[in-house]
């Protein structure tokens, strides 16, 4: 990166471990990147969706700064978000910037993506440090896959998780699931996913931002998926464990491992480990809630350092034991205005 590396042995940035009001320690950070995307899923986001001004985005000199406070406060896991990281441009060298952190104060950087340039970057990203990834990717039906995404891209993204694959990169499938859109194919997509030697994990649809449509007629409970799955395989707890909200079985069928993500159906918050930080530089300590700090404000302030730190503090000040995502009444308003692309998927 370009003027941002502190000198050697420099601690500026050093602090007490991140540790909220109700005693978890945070390690993990999800960084959004841009709220930009090259798809506009339909329970993400609108067709037209008015994307943030330019200038109001960090820059990679201020994401990689902000990534150094974090981790000299103790967070070991730092995931790239958007929107679609691999988009912004130069994105590659805020990669190899933090994954020279990577055994000095960062144990895994790593990101999630829709896969679409993924053909393109995977070699670069394995070469930076990055060993595992996510791919959003709910259906393998190529008509579906346009019609929820409103790209005709499926052969693009498929072509992408086979480069990530041919690079040494371990990908993981996220599948969000949909009531009649693709709940009858989640068996499928799974089984793929374990046959071509990726993990899979499930996604409860989250009410995040206006979309058209009412996203009470897409809601499917996990605890229902998992039944139907458990009628056709064996599904026997897993240890394992990624440091994020998915809980996994083992599938002895497909000799694979899936996970469950369920806001709605089984809260997970006891847990929490990690805040979220836009590309806007507002730190939101909950998914679900309108807390927010602003960090962009305290890194183009005159003391940024000393700023940053007081800007942390008051995240775990103000972080929520829980949140209250809800999808039971037709035409509510979403939990949040803004849309998961602006927060960071």
């Known amino acids: 990166m370009r003027d941002v590396l502190l000198p050697e042995g420099a601690n500026e940035l050093a602090g007490a471990p991140l540790v909220d009001g109700f005693q978890r320690s945070i390690t993990y950070l999800r960084l ?8 506009r899923c339909s329970y993400c986001m609108p067709e037209r969706m008015q994307f943030l001004p330019r200038k109001e985005v960090l820059s990679l000199e201020e994401l990689y700064k902000l990534s150094l406070g974090f981790i000299a406060r103790g967070v070991s896991k730092i995931r790239i978000t958007g929107g679609e990281p691999l988009v912004r441009r130069d994105i590659v060298e805020l990669f190899q910037a933090l994954g020279r952190k990577i055994g000095d104060g960062l144990d895994e950087l790593t990101l999630t993506t829709n896969g679409t340039q993924l053909a393109d970057h995977s070699d670069a990203l394995y070469a930076a440090g990055v060993r595992r990834i996510n791919v959003s990717l709910d259906t393998l039906d190529r008509e579906k896959f346009a019609q929820l995404s409103r790209r005709d891209a499926l052969p693009q993204v498929l072509e992408g998780i086979r480069a990530a694959k041919k690079a040494g990169l371990s990908v993981k499938i996220n599948a969000v699931a949909l009531k ?43 605890s229902q998926v998992r039944e139907e799955l458990e009628s056709r395989w064996t599904l026997t707890t897993s240890a394992h464990a990624t440091g994020g909200p998915a809980r996994y079985v083992d599938i002895a069928e497909t000799g694979g491992r899936l996970g469950f993500i369920t806001p709605l159906t089984e809260n997970f918050c006891a847990g929490c480990n990690r805040l979220r930080v836009t590309a806007t530089g507002q730190l939101y300590p909950c998914l679900g809630g309108g807390e927010r700090v602003d960090l962009r404000a305290a890194l183009r302030s005159d003391s940024p350092d000393e700023n940053l730190q007081a800007a942390l503090d008051e995240a ?9 995502f809800d999808i039971s009444e037709r035409g509510a308003d979403p939990a949040q205005p803004r849309h998961m692309s602006v927060t960071g998927g």
């Not at 995040?208 to 009412?214: A, S």
């Open 32 to 39: 959004s990147v841009t709220d930009r995307c090259d798809l």
């Open 180 to 222: 009649g859109i693709n709940e009858r194919e989640i068996a499928d997509l799974v089984g793929w996913a374990h046959a071509e030697g990726h993990d899979a994990t499930l996604i409860e649809v989250m009410p995040l931002g206006e979309v058209e449509g009412d996203r009470v007629d897409h809601y499917l409970p996990l």
């Open 316 to 324: 775990l000040r103000i972080k929520p034991e829980r949140h209250h």
